[in-house]
């Protein structure tokens, strides 16, 4: 096949394909923008007859979206925060420091993967139970401070640094605190952007945690505040799809400006690790 042929066939597929996966999107945010009712229509219309921000006006002004919208936020920054401090000492220390059972630690904690999150719900409200954290953001915030996948993607990324440089470093008299925060953490900046765009997209999303740990409405995330809002909206599309978009648009957002480096940290850490 004429090689300029075969590019225009990939290039044509890769468009086909890239409409398919944005079409559902575009119908979405096309819709938050009719009128109420409107697409309820039969053949449903594309585009709004007559664009209104109405249903956006309701979702800020009746449901407070604002509310569960700042909610989403505090719980997936702070989630974020805390797993890209806890997460990168833990990899660092299996990486690069020496303590006794260090491999037999590591290979339990890989094990660990193979149970699934929902096996370990229970368990894990039971325990925030006992503390009094359950129907709190701390509640919220728990489980995604630390993951084993957190842990082994730095792990592998951190051994990638050389020792020749550590040792060096501590032969200046540099203790181990100035060694991991002037030396280590720089090296790290891909995969720790990486790392926090997965923390923070899966404390966003997160539907089955905070509906079970969070019972008071004013502590409800967009994914929980969208489904209540959806029982008691069940017809109106309009305000479901303008809900939906105020949800998926600030981790669209997100990832479309960091892509460039969470690219490269999956590409660097699979070529290093």
Same mark, same amino acid.
């Given at each position: 096949?004429?090689?300029?042929?075969?590019?225009?066939?990939?290039?044509?597929?890769?468009?086909?394909?890239?409409?398919?996966?944005?079409?559902?999107?575009?119908?979405?945010?096309?819709?938050?923008?009719?009128?109420?009712?409107?697409?309820?229509?039969?053949?449903?219309?594309?585009?709004?007859?007559?664009?209104?921000?109405?249903?956006?006006?309701?979702?800020?002004?009746?449901?407070?979206?604002?509310? *569960?919208?700042?909610?989403?936020?505090?719980?997936?920054?702070?989630?974020?925060?805390?797993?890209?401090?806890?997460?990168?000492?833990?990899?660092?220390?299996?990486?690069?420091?020496?303590?006794?059972?260090?491999?037999?630690?590591?290979?339990?904690?890989?094990?660990?993967?193979?149970?699934?999150?929902?096996?370990?719900?229970?368990?894990?409200?039971?325990?925030?139970?006992?503390?009094?954290?359950?129907?709190?953001?701390?509640?919220?915030?728990?489980?995604?401070?630390?993951?084993?996948?957190?842990?082994?993607?730095?792990?592998?990324?951190?051994?990638?640094?050389?020792?020749?440089?550590?040792?060096?470093?501590?032969?200046?008299?540099?203790?181990?605190?100035?060694?991991?925060?002037?030396?280590?953490?720089?090296?790290?900046?891909?995969?720790?952007?990486?790392?926090?765009?997965?923390?923070?997209?899966?404390?966003?999303?997160?539907?089955?945690?905070?509906?079970?740990?969070?019972?008071?409405?004013?502590?409800?995330?967009?994914?929980?505040?969208?489904?209540?809002?959806?029982?008691?909206?069940?017809?109106?599309?309009?305000?479901?799809?303008?809900?939906?978009?105020?949800?998926?648009?600030?981790?669209?957002?997100?990832?479309?400006?960091?892509?460039? *480096? *969470?690219?490269?940290?999956?590409?660097?850490?699979?070529?290093?690790?």
């Amino acid at each position: 096949m004429n090689p300029r042929l075969a590019r225009a066939v990939v290039n044509g597929l890769l468009i086909a394909l890239a409409a398919l996966s944005l079409a559902p999107l575009l119908w979405m945010l096309s819709v938050s923008f009719m009128q109420p009712g409107e697409a309820s229509h039969f053949p449903p219309p594309l585009l709004p007859s007559d664009p209104t921000v109405h249903n956006y006006r309701e979702l800020f002004a009746r449901a407070g979206m604002g509310r *569960y919208l700042l909610n989403s936020f505090a719980i997936a920054s702070t989630a974020t925060l805390i797993a890209l401090l806890l997460n990168t000492l833990a990899g660092y220390a299996f990486a690069k420091l020496r303590f006794a059972g260090r491999e037999r630690v590591f290979r339990t904690l890989l094990a660990a993967l193979v149970i699934p999150a929902q096996v370990t719900m229970m368990p894990l409200f039971l325990m925030l139970k006992q503390f009094g954290l359950v129907n709190s953001y701390a509640g919220a915030v728990v489980p995604l401070m630390a993951s084993v996948f957190g842990v082994f993607l730095v792990r592998q990324y951190a051994r990638s640094i050389p020792d020749e440089l550590l040792e060096a470093a501590r032969i200046d008299g540099a203790g181990e605190a100035r060694i991991f925060f002037q030396i280590v953490l720089p090296v790290l900046k891909p995969i720790l952007v990486t790392l926090a765009i997965f923390v923070f997209l899966g404390s966003w999303n997160d539907f089955m945690w905070p509906l079970i740990v969070l019972s008071d409405k004013d502590l409800y995330t967009l994914p929980v505040a969208l489904a209540t809002l959806s029982r008691e909206h069940v017809q109106d599309n309009e305000l479901m799809m303008a809900g939906s978009v105020v949800t998926v648009l600030p981790v669209l957002l997100l990832f479309l400006s960091l892509q460039r *480096y *969470y690219l490269q940290g999956l590409l660097v850490g699979s070529v290093k690790g």
